[in-house]
């Protein structure tokens, strides 16, 4: 099938996208690495009549330590960010690595990755573990979004149709902290099934515990995280895990509560490891 035909712009900056956007009454997509999109514009799930490239603004391919954090640019692709090894950052090359395989991540964008929004994506799970922030952009100016709140449902997010995804801060770790991330999948470079991510960094006061790959969008299980920060790893029992669960994602089928319990026990067993 092709898609259906489409005007396409590659704006100079990150200005002119956006006043391309929001000039489209709504009928305008941003294309990132085209990795989502191209298949939806062919299936023709999305019929943008404008497509509006943002993948070669060079204020988006960038990657800036900012001290404390690091800045890392809306069309920065996986590959940029596994090659990366961000100083006191690891785990973000380590999720990177594990989005499907090298070709797809040469091309999709963490931006893009995030703007999709799909329930079994990585990034929508390890950012909120790892207590980043969304930089996003629009006719009204820069705002940002902690991670934990920009996706709002299965393919939602806080996002409006001309806003951009411009930049990710995600915080330096100190050297104590612990981080374990652990995805099901029957094969791999697949969606998975059930995965979790686990951060602990006292130095830092960061605890936290995210169950992703739900119907929805990822979900944050901050009792059981303070309980593994007091108590460490042992604090994941079974029914700990399985009781916090029922409270984060009530209603799950026996099969995928026992998916997402492993995933939980196995982040955190990764994380102090
Ligand atoms: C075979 C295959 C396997 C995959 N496996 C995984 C996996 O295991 N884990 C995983 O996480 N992902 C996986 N993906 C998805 C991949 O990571 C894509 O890169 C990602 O979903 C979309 O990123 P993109 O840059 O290609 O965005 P595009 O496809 O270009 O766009 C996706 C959506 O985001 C919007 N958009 C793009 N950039 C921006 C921006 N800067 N601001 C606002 N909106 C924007 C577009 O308008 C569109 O709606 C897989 C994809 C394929 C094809």
């Not at 042992?234 to 026996?254: F, Y």
């Amino acid at each position: 099938m092709k898609a259906a035909a489409f005007e396409y712009i590659k704006p100079q900056d990150v200005p002119g996208a956006i006043q391309a956007l929001s000039g489209s009454a709504g009928e305008g997509k941003a294309l990132g690495g085209g990795q989502s999109l191209g298949p939806m514009l062919n299936l023709r799930l999305a019929r943008p009549k404008l497509l509006v490239d943002v993948s070669r603004l060079e204020a988006l391919r960038t990657i800036e330590d900012k001290g404390t954090f690091w800045r890392i640019g809306g069309a920065v692709t996986h590959s940029a960010i596994e090659d990366s090894k961000l100083v006191d950052c690891t785990p973000m090359s380590d999720v990177a690595h594990n989005i499907a395989y090298r070709t797809i991540r040469n091309r999709g964008t963490i931006g893009g990755s995030l703007a999709h929004a799909d329930p079994a994506a990585d990034w929508p799970l390890a950012l909120p573990a790892l207590a980043a922030s969304i930089v996003i952009a629009g006719p009204a100016g820069e705002r940002k979004v902690p991670a934990g709140e920009f996706m709002t449902g299965a393919f939602a997010t806080v996002l409006a149709e001309d806003e951009l995804v411009v930049a990710v801060e995600v915080l330096k770790l100190s050297k104590g902290a612990r981080w374990g991330y652990w995805k099901f999948c029957r094969k791999t470079g697949e969606f998975p099934e059930s995965s979790a991510a686990m951060l602990m960094d006292p130095e830092r006061k960061l605890a936290r515990v995210w169950v992703g790959a739900l119907d929805g969008a990822p979900r944050s299980l901050d009792a059981l995280a303070v309980e593994i920060a007091q108590r460490g790893a042992l604090a994941a029992s079974e029914v700990a895990v399985s009781a916090a669960l029922d409270l984060a994602v009530p209603g799950q089928d026996p099969v995928n509560r026992r998916l997402h319990v492993t995933a939980v026990r196995r982040a955190v067993q990764k994380g102090f490891a």
